[in-house]
């Protein structure tokens, strides 16, 4: 039996996934079998059939992110990785009973998942000072976890994971939980990538997605990465018709080569940018880090009790507070934006007044919203 089957529910095993009209498919000369318009009936110049149900599983856009990982495992295309996220404590956790471990600081949506349905959450902290992964603890936590959420970058540290750390918790949990390893802004730092250990690990998912580097977060495409043992039981999972044509259309242009070396081209310009507003800001005695990032933004840290955030906002610059995090006091997430944009951050910054005793009042919309 391998490890998701041990891992998933027994309802999601017997579950027969819902029988769309296009899943069944078929051939014949008239389409009746969907409920939709026959013909198209408002914009019909447009050359897409919007009258009509979009694929049940957009399998060109499957195959088309599969070349661009370089990997023969399967890929599952769904709503952004949040809802691959959604998927995966749906498909192998149950309420009430099992659980799934983090690493905080870390992006919020596992832990809101896993809560928004009645599943514990077992926390093994990065360590200090640079966030690196208590191994021993995960691996403990692991023997009585369905999931571990590793974030390579981590949001909203910026840092890649040790590679050895992930391996090693990948070996020692083989046969406890499933590994599902965060590549949300894995374009900045490629090369760091581990699609290619899923070869080896059964254990191991990869979640993608195409809302950072490839800048289409309206979009709404992630990816799921792992061997079919895995994907199947998410498939099972998966709603009716998750991806508008529109969506598709836009993500296999995306997927193109011209789409994909656009990408590296800006990645490239975006980590120069970084580095220039790292060295326009990093000296000032006020900062007392700013955190290596292999991400499209820099978690800088304050001396204690300067209201960068405040400061910012006044001016008009929405950054994003670390401020609830029990280890990030006095840290702020900044997304490195335009080159022009970051010039005047940069300047921003550098004005500002030293040591302030005064601090402005919190913006609670901006300074509550935990998720992207
Ligand atoms: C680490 C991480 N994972 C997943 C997501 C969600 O990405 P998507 O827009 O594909 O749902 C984000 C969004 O900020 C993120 O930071």
Redesign the pocket.
């Known amino acids: 039996m391998s490890l998701a089957e041990k891992l998933a529910p027994e309802n999601i095993k017997k579950l027969i996934p819902y029988q769309s009209a296009r899943r069944i498919g078929g051939t014949g000369r008239l389409w009746l079998n969907a409920n939709e318009l026959e013909t198209p009936l408002l914009f019909q110049d447009n050359q897409s059939a919007l009258h009509r149900y979009p694929d049940f599983l957009p399998n060109d856009i499957a195959v088309a992110y599969q070349a661009y990982c370089e990997t023969s495992q399967p890929t599952l295309a769904v709503r952004?990785?949040?809802e691959a996220i959604d998927l995966l404590v749906r498909t192998f956790c149950q309420p009430g009973k099992d659980s799934i471990t983090i690493c905080s600081p870390t992006?919020a949506?596992y832990q809101f998942c896993a809560e928004s349905m009645a599943i514990d959450v077992i926390d093994c902290p990065l360590q200090a000072p640079d966030f690196s992964l208590d191994v021993d603890a995960v691996v403990c936590a692991a023997k009585r976890s369905n999931l571990v959420f590793l974030?390579s970058p981590n949001?909203p540290t910026g840092q890649l994971l040790d590679r050895d750390s992930i391996i090693a918790i990948l070996e020692q949990t083989q046969q406890h939980a499933l590994v599902v390893v965060?590549e949300?802004y894995i374009e900045f730092e490629l090369g760091q990538s581990v699609v290619e250990l899923i070869d080896h690990y059964p254990n191991l998912v990869v979640i993608r997605?195409l809302?950072k580097a490839f800048g289409l977060?309206a979009v709404r495409c992630?990816f799921i990465i792992a061997q079919p043992s895995v994907l199947d039981f998410i498939a099972k999972l998966i709603p009716p018709y998750p991806m508008p044509d529109s969506s598709a259309e836009i993500v296999l242009n995306a997927l193109s080569p011209n789409g994909i070396a656009k990408v590296r081209e800006h990645t490239q310009k975006l980590l120069a940018t970084k580095q220039a507003f790292v060295d326009q800001i990093a000296h000032l005695d006020w900062i007392e880090r700013v955190y290596p990032s292999a991400t499209n933004f820099v978690l800088v840290r304050t001396e204690p009790g300067f209201p960068l955030f405040e400061l910012l906002l006044e001016q008009g610059v929405v950054t994003r507070n670390q401020a609830h995090e029990p280890n990030l006091a006095d840290c702020v997430r900044i997304t490195i934006g335009s080159e022009a944009s970051m010039n005047e951050v940069g300047k921003i910054i550098c004005n500002l007044p030293n040591r302030l005793t005064t601090s402005t009042p919190h913006n609670k919309d901006i300074d509550h919203e935990q998720t992207?």
């Open positions: 952004g990785a949040d992006y949506m974030c949001n965060d949300a997605t809302s977060a992630g992207a």
